[in-house]
Nanobody, 123 residues
Framework: QVQLVESGGGLVQAGGSLRLSCAASGSTFRFSINTMGWYRQAPGKQRELVAAIGTGGSMDYADSVKGRFTISRDNAKNTVYLQMNGLKPEDTAVYYC???????????????WGQGTQVTVSS
């Protein structure tokens, strides 16, 4: 199996920056890690996609974070990053790392989630 470990959350003032990291570990050698991304869930709201990045580097962003957040990945380290600049109070949420991986031997696709990291933006 694959485990995702997130880091980088915290408390920041509006306009500030944070960088989230998510490293995949465990039996990663059994898988081709495809899409890597970040979701977030604020209290009382549904979980929503923040940003995603494909194996070729194609990126997708929620409209609300375009121009402020940047997603990147280091395939050698099986790690995905989310650089968050110009943070706003409405960005306050628990941020979850997410990957889609295909097992080499079976070609089955698996989805893995991190445990979540809290981001709080004060006004």
């Amino acid at each position: 199996q694959v485990q995702l470990v997130e880091s980088g959350g915290g408390l920041v003032q509006a306009g500030g920056s944070l960088r989230l990291s998510c490293a995949a570990s465990g039996s990663t050698f059994r898988f081709s890690i495809n899409t890597m991304g970040w979701y977030r869930q604020a209290p009382g709201k549904q979980r929503e996609l923040v940003a995603a990045i494909g194996t070729g580097g194609s990126m997708d962003y929620a409209d609300s974070v375009k121009g402020r957040f940047t997603i990147s990945r280091d395939n050698a380290k099986n790690t995905v990053y989310l650089q968050m600049n110009g943070l706003k109070p409405e960005d306050t949420a628990v941020y979850y790392c997410h990957i889609r991986a295909r097992e080499y031997i079976s070609s089955s696709e698996y989805v893995y989630w991190g445990q979540g990291t809290q981001v709080t933006v004060s006004s």
